[in-house]
């Protein structure tokens, strides 16, 4: 049986693109059917079921609820759901926050059903957190820059099942990210105090000269252990960390504003644009200026 009922009330600078697919993607890999970016107000919500796609929600601000499989659960910042959308589905703003940030994607593909069911073997449920480093965000991103990319027409050297699977590929480490992430929250109850107060230090702290010399000595420790200790429950070492969040910053202010690259590379604390450069393109793959063009202004 079919079910669907929503409320679009979100911003206009939400996005939401259809895919098209070849034939021959949809027979043999995963494909991408839709994405977006919801910046969503109170009245927003969707009632489902009978979609043959599934569906992978990711908050990253205010907060939505989904009632989905017997559940009611709370979605907040840095946490995601994955549901097979021919299950009946709720989700909505949740009333006390009065917003709903979201990125999602819709996908289908012959092997999209045993992922879904490995993640919620491991997950015991649809919503899951992120781990500190994941790249799941970025993927999603990643994901929503190729939809308006394949708006465009193709170049000579470029053709449809080409991009289907770079697409599927993209889609499939998406799906061992959520899978990576399972269990999560049990996870993180096991990481020391120590080190949360650590990476929250990191955090607050990301664009300012950090040493490990420096940061051993703020949390009274041997420079050598810290070092240790952090990569053993966050799986990158403290300067990793710092690097990662300060492309992560450095991302955000490409997509959404008009700084010039050097004065964004002096806001998340590099000094040197070329160093900056180099960093950016061994973590995204790609030179500042070519990310930005991905993400039309204004």
Same mark, same amino acid.
């Given at each position: ?48 079921? $009978? ?11 205010? $907060? ?6 017997? +559940? ?25 926050? *009065? ?24 997950? $015991? ?11 799941? +965000? ?18 000579? =050297? ?24 399972? $269990? ?5 109850? +096991? ?21 490990? =010399? ?20 966050? *799986?990158?070492?403290?300067? =990793? ?15 959404? *504003? ?16 070329? +160093? ?7 973590? =995204? ?14």
């Amino acid at each position: 049986m079919q079910v669907f009922s929503y409320e679009l009330d979100y911003a206009p600078n939400s996005t939401w693109n259809f895919i098209s697919t070849t034939a021959m993607a949809k027979a043999n890999f995963l494909y991408l059917q839709e994405v977006g970016c919801f910046f969503a107000g109170k009245k927003y919500y969707t009632t489902r079921q $009978g979609l043959d796609s599934f569906l992978i929600k990711l908050t990253l601000s205010g $907060g939505g609820i989904l009632e989905y499989g017997g +559940h009611k659960e709370h979605v907040g910042p840095g946490r995601f759901y994955w549901i097979d959308c021919l299950n009946w589905q709720h989700y909505y703003t949740d009333p006390d926050m *009065g917003r709903w940030d979201v990125i999602w994607v819709h996908f289908n593909g012959p092997t999209a059903r045993a992922y879904y069911e490995a993640y919620r073997k491991l997950q $015991g449920g649809a919503v899951g957190t992120l781990v500190p480093d994941s790249s799941m +965000h970025m993927l999603m991103e990643t994901l929503s820059n190729r939809a308006l990319t394949s708006a465009s027409p193709f170049s000579a =050297e470029q053709n449809l099942f080409e991009f289907d699977v770079q697409t599927s590929g993209l889609l499939t480490r998406l799906l061992i990210e959520c899978i990576s992430s399972a $269990g999560t929250t049990s996870k993180l109850q +096991h990481i020391p105090p120590m080190i949360c107060d650590i990476r929250s230090y990191l955090t607050a702290h990301y664009n300012e000269k950090i040493t490990l =010399e420096h940061l051993a000595a703020q949390f009274s420790l041997d420079p050598y252990y810290l070092q240790k200790l952090f990569k053993r429950y966050i *799986g990158q070492s403290p300067m =990793e960390y710092v690097i990662y969040l300060r492309m992560a910053r450095a991302r955000s202010l490409l997509r959404t *504003g008009s700084m010039s690259i050097s004065e964004i590379a002096y806001t998340v604390g590099i000094d040197n644009i070329s +160093h900056f450069t180099r960093q950016f393109k061994k973590q =995204e793959g790609m030179t500042p200026s070519q990310y930005r063009r991905f993400w039309p202004t204004g």
